[in-house]
């Protein structure tokens, strides 16, 4: 069955680095791209970015540009997300989730977030 | 950045209630809009995409309509698991941005 299985919770320091991997199966890993969404406390869903798994281009939202790496490696089928300078308003829930591009005849469309990850939590405590 | 907006923000209501959540974009988003439903501890899980495109496997009580800037989430009648958050999320211009979601809880 299609699934994206997340590396386990992570407890870091501030100042430190933290490095989430989403590991996909049965599908065809470079035929969509991943974004990575966190969810802090009680609080709602931000994309911070998205890597192509065919490409390996990737984009982030300008409030983790500097900050965050996103990468793909297709002989794995994983995709991964690190977070350095690591704050205390980076605890939340990070996720990975899959999209891309279907056509039907002509009509062609983002297929987006069909498929998630199960949710890494990651705390930031000194 | 397109900002979303959902109304309401929460909602009491009960088993066999219609029920309509509305999500506006800042600028027009043509039908770039997607539904997704979380429970507490999980993963969102996607409801409708294309704005009114049902997700296979979704229940046929779920239903989106909407293009341009407004949209609409309708459960035509509220069954206990549909007790959740809902988001909206518009993909139509980076960055991608999710609505802060709507409550539905058990009157």
């Known amino acids: 069955q299609v699934e994206l299985v997340q590396s386990g919770s992570e407890v870091k320091k501030p100042g430190a680095s933290v490095k989430v991997s989403c590991k996909a199966s049965?599908?065809?890993?470079?035929?969509?791209?991943i974004t990575w969404v966190r969810q802090a406390p009680g609080q709602g869903l931000e994309c911070m970015g998205w890597t192509s798994a065919y490409t390996g281009n990737t984009h982030f939202a300008q409030k983790f540009q500097g900050r965050v790496s996103l990468t793909t490696e297709t002989s794995t089928n994983t995709a991964y997300m690190e977070l350095r300078s690591l704050r205390y308003d980076d605890t939340a829930v990070y996720y990975c989730a899959r999209w891309g591009t279907s056509c039907s005849g002509s009509n062609c469309y983002i297929d987006v977030f069909d498929i998630w990850g199960q949710g890494t939590v990651v705390t930031v405590s000194s | 950045d397109i900002q979303m907006t959902q109304s309401p923000s929460s909602l009491s209501a009960s088993v066999g209630d219609r029920v309509t959540i509305t999500c506006r974009a800042s600028q027009g988003i043509s039908n770039d809009l997607a539904w997704f439903q979380q429970k507490p501890g999980k993963a969102p899980n996607r409801l409708i995409y294309t704005a009114s495109t049902l997700q296979t496997g979704v229940p046929s009580r779920f239903s989106g309509s909407g293009s341009g800037t407004e949209f609409t989430l309708t459960i035509s009648s509220l069954q206990a698991e549909d007790f959740a958050t809902y988001y909206c999320l518009q993909h139509n211009t980076y960055p991608w941005t999710f609505g802060p979601g709507t409550k539905v809880e058990i009157k």
């Open positions: 049965g599908y065809a890993f470079s035929t969509f791209a």
